[in-house]
């Protein structure tokens, strides 16, 4: 066995847009395979992503793939859409595969199910589940919509180890309308509810995570100076409602039409900022108004004191910040060996009217990269030292070598 192949990370990725799941899972496995041996002795992680045209034979996919490579650790999931490498195969068949030679690195695959589930009040049982060990570098994570507390589930792991945070990225199935039809691998078994993750400890790695944003705020933020759960009654000392009224009356023609398009709203991350910009919310969908009360329903619970902002969805803000929060990576003079990328299922042809639009940005700024992933119902990425279950971002994982 060669230095190279010791002290090295490596990782290929691969995908196909064949509609027949074994021909595309055999495809990309030996695609890997031919790429991977000169490199590296052994695949200690692969990531399988496919479409919900697979998902019937997603084992089946998975099983071809462990035959071939033989991963010391494997975790998939399907979704409405796939992505990989210079491509994103939206609305029609897709399977995208990663593989990686982690060296050093401890490698730790888990479930969660309705069955079995993480136990979210003991810190010491999940850390002892995840296979927390320091360093813990990160989490991949996919999980079922329909079968997943994942606002709960989220940050039981990311502060398992407080002080210390557990960066986890990835997102919850989204190839299914109803429950019992997502599916989700874990090495050699097959699920249709919970959650699959892999831990990676250790080894002779550096991480950096991004997360961007593909909406932008209109109008001020405003203080939540009463609610009910998830309902916010007053900004401000106003009603809610006439809050929001009086900002879409003030927005420039341009905003309107953006606005007609969908609201969110964005929660402050950080309240001891003496000003809010750029990745300082956390942004969710509204879920509704409540005109007896004049009150905004959110999409999470809130809490008196809270900064809020209006956002909307707009394909220029979310190129641009994109773009900016790569730039900073494209001066890193060690360069990435593989980029996990999870956008939400907004994005794609939906948002910017033409295909392939995050993956061919993080290719031009990091290089031929191998990069996998999948369109999600809800991404899982860090803001500061805190993971959270995001809405309409790009999230990203990229990998190096230590230099």
């Not at 992505?83 to 479930?111: C, F, I, K, Q, Y």
């Not at 002779?204 to 109008?219: E, K, M, T, W």
């Amino acid at each position: 066995m060669s230095a190279t192949h010791v002290h090295t990370p490596f990782a290929a990725s691969a995908i196909s847009g064949h509609l027949d799941t074994r021909t595309a899972a055999t495809e990309i496995a030996d695609r890997l395979f031919d790429e991977f041996l000169p490199h590296a002795s052994a695949c200690d992680l692969a990531l399988i992503f496919g479409s919900y045209h697979h998902r019937s034979a997603f084992d089946d996919a998975a099983a071809v793939v462990r035959k071939t490579l033989n991963p010391g650790a494997m975790i998939g999931v399907t979704a409405e859409a796939v992505l990989g490498n210079d491509r994103e195969l939206e609305g029609v068949a897709g399977m995208s595969v990663m593989a990686m030679r982690l060296p050093g690195a401890t490698v730790t695959a888990w479930r969660t199910t309705p069955d079995d589930p993480m136990p979210l009040g003991d810190p010491a049982a999940i850390r002892a589940r995840i296979g927390f060990d320091q360093p813990f570098r990160a989490a991949i994570m996919f999980g079922d919509p329909f079968t997943t507390p994942v606002t709960k589930l989220v940050p039981a792991i990311s502060e398992c180890a407080s002080p210390h945070r557990v960066p986890i990225v990835g997102g919850m199935a989204s190839g299914a309308s109803q429950p019992g039809l997502n599916a989700m691998v874990i090495n050699d078994r097959t699920m249709n509810a919970g959650a699959v993750g892999v831990s990676i400890a250790g080894g002779h790695l550096d991480f950096d995570f991004i997360v961007s944003q593909g909406c932008r705020p209109i109008g001020q933020p405003h203080i939540v100076t009463k609610c009910n759960r998830n309902v916010i009654l007053e900004l401000g000392g106003r009603k809610a409602m006439e809050v929001l009224q009086e900002t879409a009356h003030s927005l420039s023609d341009a905003e309107k039409r953006l606005l007609s398009r969908g609201l969110l709203m964005g929660t402050v991350i950080n309240e001891y900022k003496d000003r809010f910009g750029r990745g300082d919310f956390l942004v969710k969908n509204l879920m509704g108004f409540d005109q007896r009360v004049g009150g905004i329903a959110a999409g999470e619970l809130c809490k008196v004191g809270q900064t809020i902002q209006f956002h909307v969805r707009d394909a220029a803000t979310a190129d641009e910040d994109l773009q900016l929060l790569l730039d900073g990576q494209a001066l890193n003079p060690n360069p990435p060996f593989a980029a996990m990328l999870f956008g939400c299922n907004g994005r794609g042809e939906k948002l910017f009217g033409h295909p392939h639009h995050d993956i061919s940005v993080v290719r031009e700024r990091l290089g031929e990269v191998p990069v996998a992933g999948f369109f999600a119902a809800g991404e899982f990425g860090p803001i500061g030292d805190r993971s959270f279950l995001h809405g309409h971002t790009a999230s990203l994982m990229v990998l190096r070598g230590k230099a």
